[in-house]
């Protein structure tokens, strides 16, 4: 798949890493199993910090997404691109709905017009 | 008309026509590029890029053959090598900027119409990794591994350990000289080859096999072109060791210049064929846009590139890293280098034109020629000998132009001299010291011709 590192964005360099990768396997992109490049030839061939990378790939294992190894680089977790790992949102999770719910109140945006928009994010992400 | 003038004169043109080539090459779209502008699908078939591109096209056919008309001046000075090699420097030297004028002119037009119509990507400016390109070795291209160039290595070392059993004399360390540089470039170029090799991927858009494809390409040229140069150096080495003579030194070096020449064109030209071919259906979704990184489409500024030297958007070449300041010294040494040549021509111009002076006082020969100055003093002269045509020579260590030879020579039936002549003013005086020899001359006969009648008396 396409990362897609913004530079300018406040965004830190490793959260927007991490963001896409998650992007990737919800859309389908990145399918169970599928091997990811190694901390050391994406910090390489992406001229991004190897730290900044390992930070990526850290998050993402530490959340289920991914799992590392050693002498084959990073998967895609099963569990993950199955969308078996239905554990409801988590802490992190709900805190950053009710920023974007606050946000979206303060805008006047309605609880159906949010609804609408959510799902219709929910399916352009989510294809299978 | 002398030989000078049939090497430089087809050399300038063969610059015009380079520079021609590549700034009428930006105006085909590949890898979404034109002009250095990159633009979607439906921008590059527009009809207001078609005109931009058309009126670009116009100067540029009449700024370069302006360019050719002008160094068809050097007709005029065609027998003067100092004079041709300040004309056409100067030519050569418009032709590298001139050119790009237009160029300049119409990016920045076209990138002001990409802003009017709205073609701006939004990943335009953003870092593209792509993944898979990564990660499955989709690009499958092999360094060719150091095996191919062990040969050129050996037949260069084998070359020069020829060399060191030649008749040591004056020439002879020029060719060993010669046996080393050409030692050390084959080195270089077996070093650069893994450089280039590991450079990082070509990324187009989302299709990986297409950038996949265009990163092969990319590496199977330069891998073909750096062999290609090291074989043509090692035979090159062969050549000047085993016949070191002026003729094999000139016939030889033409050969090497022409077949470096041969295999970058080439090699430019298809890469870029090839780029247009593979890319023209991009564009349509996501794809590279780093046009803020590029100062008029030229010029490569990305502070947030930790790489120093990257490669060219378009064709095989590499270009620097303004951000970085080892990138910022390069660019201050090249630009340094290209603003050294009017320097050096006026420098030629002098050497070749001003007046040599000898005189003879005290017991003493001074010859003196701005900063040159030869002093010879009489009683140290065991013989002089008027020679009244210049015996054939070549040039050790030293100047040798039109109107003014200076330094360590070696003449037929003579050996070494110091020389100090304008070859072109017969006769020439001859000395020899127990030390060393001397072939002194001014620009007037009749001066020579005196100079030597007090030397002699002297010396008897």
Known sequence: ??????????????????????????????????????????????????????KAYQVLKNEGYIKTDRRSGAIVAAAAADGSQHKGLGERERNALEVIIAEAKIQGISREAFLTECGEIYDKEVIK | MSLFFWILFPTSIMVIALIYYVLRNATKPKKNIILGVTLPFEGRNSAEVAELCRKFKRWLNIICASLVIVSLGSLFFAERFSLILTYLMAVVFLSIFLPYIPYIKYNKKLRALKREKNWINP????????????????????????????????????????????????????????????????????????????????????????????????????????????????????????????????????????????????????????????????????????????????????????????????????????????????????????????????????????????????ETVIAHHLRDEYVIKLDDVTEAELVETLPSNVRVVGIGLDNSSKGLFNFTGYGDAETFINPKVPP?????????????????????????????????
């Open chain 2, 123 to 362: 990943a335009a400016g953003k870092l593209m990794v792509d993944t898979k390109l990564i990660t499955e070795n989709n690009i499958d291209s092999r360094f060719f591994g150091f095996k191919w160039f062990s040969a050129p290595l050996l037949i260069s070392i084998a070359a020069l350990i020829y060399g060191y059993f030649l008749d040591l004399d004056s020439s002879t360390w020029g060719v060993l000289i010669l046996l080393w540089m050409n030692l050390g470039i084959i080195l270089m170029f077996t070093a650069l080859s893994v450089f280039i090799f590991r450079q990082r991927p070509e990324i187009i858009d989302r299709d990986t096999a297409l950038s996949a494809a265009l990163t092969r390409i990319r590496r199977h040229f330069w891998n073909r072109s750096w062999i290609l140069m090291t074989y043509s150096t090692a035979l090159w080495s062969v050549a000047i060791a085993l016949f070191p003579s002026q003729m094999t030194f000139i016939v030889s070096t033409f050969a090497y210049a022409a077949i470096l020449l041969v295999v970058a064109i080439y090699s430019e030209m298809k890469i870029r064929s090839l780029q247009y071919k593979l890319t023209e259906n991009s564009g349509s979704d996501a794809y590279v846009d780093e046009d803020d990184y590029w100062i008029w489409g030229l010029l490569y500024y990305n502070p947030n590139d930790t790489r120093v030297v990257k490669n060219e958007r378009i064709g095989m070449g590499m270009t620097i890293n303004l951000a970085k300041p080892a990138g910022k010294f390069q660019m201050a040494l090249a630009a340094l280098a290209i603003l050294l040549i009017p320097f050096t021509c006026v420098w030629m111009i002098m050497e070749d034109y001003t007046p040599k002076s000898v005189s003879v006082s005290d």
């Open chain 1, 1 to 54: 798949m396409l990362l897609e590192l913004d530079f300018s964005s406040d965004t830190p360099i490793y959260l927007q890493i991490r963001n896409q990768i998650v992007k990737g396997i919800a859309s389908g992109e990145l399918e169970a199993d599928e091997r990811l490049p190694t901390v050391r030839g994406l910090a390489e061939q992406s001229g991004i910090n190897m730290m900044t990378v390992s």
């Open chain 2, 428 to 460: 020439f005086i001859y000395l020899e010291t127990a030390e060393k020899n001397y072939m002194i001359g001014t620009d007037s006969a009749d001066e020579t011709k005196e100079i030597f009648e007090e030397i002699k008396v002297n010396v008897e």
